[in-house]
């Protein structure tokens, strides 16, 4: 079965530079969370898109921002890059319910190792 | 905002025996409770989930109990085997309007052959 597909799977950069990293959902699933896992952490919730807007925010820096495309892959932006942000990325998406509601259980993908150097 | 607390941080069982992991949450309006698996170099995967609506659910090896009443959820695995040997996070949400999942702080099975 399909599944998340994220990239890079392992990315790094210089500190103040800026990184992208991408995410393409399972198959007809309409809402895509993004997760921030330091190492020997829990994932840390940072914003979810629902059919292309914005639905609920976590604990993302004013530094990042993410979106939604009509194809319903998302992309997390990162600039002014720091040493703290150094961690796993991880993507994971739903489908919602015929009510139109999010309907869990979330899927992840394997994530995008960023380094900051 | 919610708080999910996980216990015990780390754990190790003999193959064979079992294991059991305890969640509590802080909100009451949470009412989706999720488990998941995470290998080294992998994401968490989803192992089993309850509704606030359950007390109990089972999948062969593994079930999930909830007191809703007290707030706390908990992950038992049975006749456990050295590939269950992993991080197991707890979390809760809300699986309608709410789209943020909190999760505890996981814990790290052994399972000794």
């Known amino acids: 079965a399909a599944g998340v597909i994220q990239s890079p799977r392992h990315l790094i950069k210089e500190k103040r530079e800026t990184a992208t990293l991408k995410c393409y959902p399972i198959?007809?699933?309409?809402?895509v969370y993004w997760y921030q896992q330091g190492p020997g952490q829990d994932p840390q919730f940072l914003i979810s898109?629902?059919?292309?807007?914005?639905?609920d925010k976590g604990s993302i820096p004013d530094r990042f921002s993410a979106q939604q495309f009509s194809d319903y892959h998302s992309e997390l932006n990162m600039s002014s890059l720091e040493l703290g942000d150094s961690a796993l990325y991880f993507c994971?998406?739903?489908?919602?319910?015929?009510?139109?509601?999010?309907?869990?259980?979330?899927?992840f993908g394997d994530g995008t190792r960023l380094s900051i150097l | 905002g919610e708080n999910v607390e996980q216990h015990p941080s780390t754990l190790s069982v003999q193959e064979g025996d079992s294991a059991v992991i305890k969640c509590t949450y802080s909100?009451?309006?949470?009412?989706?409770f999720p488990w998941y698996k995470q290998e080294l170099g992998k994401g968490p995967q989803l192992i089993i989930d309850?509704?606030?609506?359950?007390g109990e659910k089972k999948d062969q090896r593994i079930a999930v109990t909830l007191n809703k009443t007290a707030k706390h959820f908990s992950l038992h695995i049975t006749e456990t085997q050295p590939e269950d040997s992993a991080v197991y996070f707890c979390?809760?949400?809300?699986?309608?309007?709410?789209?943020?999942?909190?999760f505890g702080a996981g814990t790290r099975l052994f399972v000794k052959a």
């Open positions: 898109f629902y059919e292309k807007m914005q639905s």
């Open positions: 979390a809760a949400s809300l699986d309608t309007g709410g789209f943020k999942t909190i």
């Open positions: 994971a998406s739903s489908s919602s319910s015929d009510e139109g509601a999010p309907f869990q259980p979330q899927h």
């Open positions: 198959p007809r699933h309409d809402t």
């Open positions: 309850i509704r606030s609506n359950v």
């Open positions: 909100d009451s309006a949470s009412n989706y």
